[in-house]
């Protein structure tokens, strides 16, 4: 990154790519780590969702959750602890111990709240939810007016840009961009190490920050690539996003 507002998404192993990212070179990560699903097959619930969901996510290597070794290195580069976090249910502890028990940070627990869940009834609630765990110190840029305040997002499973784009974890593009500018300002690096299909990339680029982010999957790469230059899956393109010459 040269000063200027750029988007680049690098192919490879998250693990392996952060340790080059040089220390307190960055002011924001935003990232989704695969969830832990082999956690909620042992508690019986993973029985009663959709199979077919359920194997896409292992085959793409989804469900193993997040090796904890990544959480000192996302410290080392950020120039003050200022990070936002997708997990499930299963996950949350590990968070909250690593960065308020372990680094005394602040957090908030923020809320994508479906109406529209997979229905099944038994000895479970209904996964209706996916949490964003937000860890900050003093210093970070937050800057949270009442607007954007709120910390529970209603919606739809994000079922127009799983058409679009495929991914089976895609978040809303509208609750990162709210995300980005609470907690940055324009020009500021944004990191995601997991990328997906690359709505905090995309997010990032609508709101004029700099981003870097990674993505092990060539598919998910390609598409993510597309996506930032305004192609969708079907090779369609969205006006908004193209770039300019
Ligand atoms: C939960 S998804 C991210 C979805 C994204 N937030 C979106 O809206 O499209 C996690 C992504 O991390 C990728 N991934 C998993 N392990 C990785 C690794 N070691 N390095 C880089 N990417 C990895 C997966 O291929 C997957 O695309």
């Known amino acids: 990154m040269d000063g200027r ?39 019986g619930i993973i029985k009663v969702r959709k199979k077919s969901f359920h194997k896409e996510l292992i085959s793409k290597n989804l469900d193993k959750g997040l090796n904890s070794a990544i959480l000192a290195d996302f410290c080392r580069v950020m120039k003050k602890i200022n990070i936002y976090i997708w997990c499930n249910k299963e996950q949350i502890l590990q968070y909250l111990n690593y960065f308020v028990k372990g680094k005394n940070c602040n957090y908030e627990i923020i809320i994508w709240a479906k109406e529209d869940p997979i229905p099944f009834c038994g000895t479970h609630y209904l996964i209706d939810k996916e949490y964003c765990l937000y ?17 529970v997002f209603i919606g739809r499973k994000n079922i127009l840009d799983k058409n679009d784009y495929g991914h089976p974890t895609i978040k809303p593009i509208d609750i990162i961009e709210t995300l980005i500018l609470n907690s940055s300002k324009e020009g500021d690096i944004i990191l995601d190490s997991f990328v997906g299909f690359g709505t905090t990339a995309l997010a990032a680029k609508h709101t004029k920050r700099s981003f870097i982010g990674f993505e092990i999957d060539d598919e998910y790469y390609k598409i993510a690539s597309d996506r930032l230059r305004g192609i969708n899956k079907r090779g369609e393109l969205n006006l908004f996003d193209v770039e300019e010459d």
Do not use: M, N
Request: aromatic share 8%.
């Open 5 to 43: 507002i750029e988007q680049k998404i690098i192919k490879g192993d998250a693990y392996e790519l952060i340790k080059e990212v040089k220390d307190k070179s960055i002011d924001l990560i935003i990232t989704d780590p695969p969830y832990d699903i082999e956690g909620l097959h042992g508690s």
């Open 135 to 151: 860890f900050w110190e003093q210093g970070a840029p937050v800057k949270i007016p009442y607007e954007r305040g709120k910390t």
